[in-house]
């Protein structure tokens, strides 16, 4: 039985250099994993793909023939994935693995807002326990209002999915000055990224007013609690260029698949 994992984020937040690293950290323990690039518009990976949807759908076809601009284009091909979702799948049994690790495309708006990206994922995955990592970036973590608006993506990509999902700030390695590989010092972090003191257990939103100035206090301390709610303490520090917080990761990805968290997957209907 394969477990498939969504690699999800915003553009450039390394979900791809995340892909490779996972592989090898799961490699390096003895467990086996089929690497998957679903972004049909990539050009170069870190890591060599087992399977490759490119193979399948080419996002140039789609600016030429139907006169789309990238954006358009990207959107269009992965809805035109539905078509080839089976293939896609077969290849991957194929492989026998015990993960699937699927890197995703940057433009959130496929899995978000669109009604077709997460039927192709629900497809792919179809009868598969299932889990999403939205990975983050540092940079965007480390001021308020960008760390808002990222754990506010999350939530909606949770939402549209209705699949267990692990939240990662990734590249922390840019904010610490001695990353070894015996982990990262959260305490000097947290000073650095915004995002991991709000998620802390002893920030409270009632500060929050003071403390991001983007708009209505009251607004800013209700949404707080909303992000504070949904993700708790459990953001997890990454550094997947430097592997650091994969063996914390790993032990979510259990958690959630193996243990006896609720599992939300039999429930989801794409169309709702
Ligand atoms: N310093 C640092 N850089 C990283 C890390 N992970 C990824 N990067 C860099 O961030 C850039 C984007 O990484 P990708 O893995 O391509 O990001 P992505 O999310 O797959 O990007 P899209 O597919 O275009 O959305 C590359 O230059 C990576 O080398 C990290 O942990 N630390
Ligand atoms: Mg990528």
């Not at 990539?42 to 789309?68: C, G, H, S």
């Not at 699937?100 to 009604?115: M, N, V, Y």
Request: aromatic share 10%; with cysteine.
């Amino acid at each position: 039985m394969t477990y498939f994992i969504l690699i999800a984020g915003p553009a450039g937040s390394g979900k791809s250099t995340l892909t490779g690293a996972l592989a090898e950290w799961l490699a390096n323990n003895e467990l086996d994993s089929t690497k998957v690039n679903f972004d049909p518009a990539a050009e170069v990976l870190p890591y060599v793909p087992d399977v490759d949807v490119r193979r399948y759908v080419d996002v140039e076809e789609f600016i030429t023939k139907y006169n789309l601009g990238p954006n358009g284009a990207l959107v269009a091909s992965v809805d035109y994935l539905i078509n080839y979702v089976n293939d896609v799948r077969d290849e991957i049994e194929e492989t026998k693995s015990n993960y699937a690790l699927i890197d995703l495309p940057g433009q959130l708006e496929i899995i978000a807002f669109r009604k077709l990206g997460p039927k192709v994922l629900k497809e792919l995955s179809k009868g598969a326990k299932t889990t999403v990592i939205f990975a983050v970036d540092a940079g965007l973590a480390s001021d308020p209002s960008s760390a808002f608006s990222s754990a506010l993506l999350s939530l909606s990509v949770l939402y549209r999915l209705g699949l267990p999902m692990i939240f990662l700030v990734n590249k922390v390695d840019l904010y610490v000055k001695d990353l070894s590989k015996e982990g990262v010092d959260v305490e000097q972090l947290k000073e650095k990224i915004y995002l991991l003191r709000m998620l802390s257990d002893d920030y409270s939103c009632v500060n929050v007013g003071s403390e991001v100035l983007f708009m209505d206090p009251d607004i800013s301390e209700s949404l707080c609690r909303v992000i504070k709610e949904a993700w708790g303490n459990s953001v997890i520090p990454v550094s997947a260029k430097e592997f650091v917080g994969l063996d914390r990761v790993y032990a979510s990805i259990q958690r959630i698949l193996t243990g006896g968290e609720d599992y939300l997957t039999e429930e989801y209907n794409p169309h709702h």
